[in-house]
């Protein structure tokens, strides 16, 4: 049987990429920020996953305000970047896994999900800058299952919806007969905002109560409604939402093995949290 074995969450600021490309990870801007990646390299090495189901938002590079899913899940061989208009490189392709996918299709949908299932699925930063995070040089072997999440337009998932959702692909993962280990990503935060008045907002008190209650009571922050949280995360702070998935498929011990917090990176307060999840 399939075992999760941990999950990530990480901010996902495109000028991180910007950053690598030209090689500042031990500037004094950027080095507190990508040190936060040593453990995660080091659990990775050791714990050896064979596959990372991946909740992230889409920018506007797959989905823009026309068609937008509440939740959608890739069911794709390959997933490929574009040019977003960021300045950063294109990332290299990410290997699909179609067989877990429809599998977690199939269990969503049963559980009254009503996803939306994309056979074809480009990726943008949310997915790339974390994945070149934790496997530096793009040199990832890994396939992912992305699965995306409406944070850009009204009306958005609740906080609780989202942390259910996660539960939902937990217990699909869980009943999935090859023996995998499976890690769980969730990308995006913490607080940021990037246009109108509250430009550049950021609340590390409220970041860190996320950071501490997200461990072992995910369901009081699932009580948080979206309005709530837009004030005391930003606009884009929304993307917390995305934490609470991972978060929901840890359906056994689930124990924090390491974190970073750092103000900021571009515009955003960047967090990074590695969870076990022990049978
Ligand atoms: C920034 C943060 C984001 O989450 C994003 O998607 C784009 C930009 C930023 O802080 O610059
Ligand atoms: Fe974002």
């Not at 901010?11 to 910007?18: D, E, F, L, R, Y």
């Not at 409406?150 to 009306?155: C, G, I, M, R, S």
């Not at 109560?209 to 884009?236: F, N, Y």
Request: proline share 6%; aromatic share 8%.
């Amino acid at each position: 049987m399939a075992q999760i074995i941990g999950g990530v969450a990480t901010t996902h600021v495109p000028s991180i990429g910007k950053a690598i490309a030209e090689q500042k990870q031990n500037d004094p801007y950027w080095k507190p920020f990508f040190r936060g990646f040593d453990y995660v390299h080091y659990w990775l090495a050791r714990e050896k996953p064979d596959v990372a189901v991946v909740f992230s938002n889409d920018h506007g590079l797959n989905f823009f305000l026309d068609k937008m899913p509440t939740f959608a899940v890739g069911a794709a061989s390959e997933y490929r970047n574009q040019d977003e208009g960021w300045g950063i490189p294109v990332s290299r392709s990410i290997a699909g896994d179609p067989a877990l996918s429809w599998h977690i299709i199939n269990n969503l949908v049963a559980d009254e999900f009503d996803i939306t299932t994309c056979q074809e699925m480009l990726v943008d930063h949310a997915v790339t800058i974390p994945m070149t995070l934790m496997w530096p040089g793009e040199k990832w072997t890994i396939p992912i299952v992305p699965i995306s999440i409406n944070t850009v337009q009204h009306p958005l998932p609740s906080l609780k919806r989202c942390l259910n959702l996660g539960r939902s692909v937990g217990r699909a993962i869980s009943s999935y007969p090859q023996d995998l280990r499976v890690m769980i990503v969730g990308t995006g935060g913490l607080s940021h905002q990037l246009d109108g008045k509250r430009a550049g907002f950021i609340n590390k008190t409220f970041d860190l109560m996320c950071m501490d209650k997200i461990v072992d009571s995910p369901e009081e922050l699932a009580k948080i409604s979206t309005h709530d949280l837009i004030r005391e995360a930003g606009a884009q702070g929304l993307e917390f939402i995305l934490w609470l998935a991972m978060r929901g498929c840890l359906n056994g011990k689930v124990k924090r093995l390491h974190q970073n917090y750092h103000i900021p990176i571009s515009n955003t307060a960047a967090g990074t949290l590695l969870l076990e999840n022990a049978a």
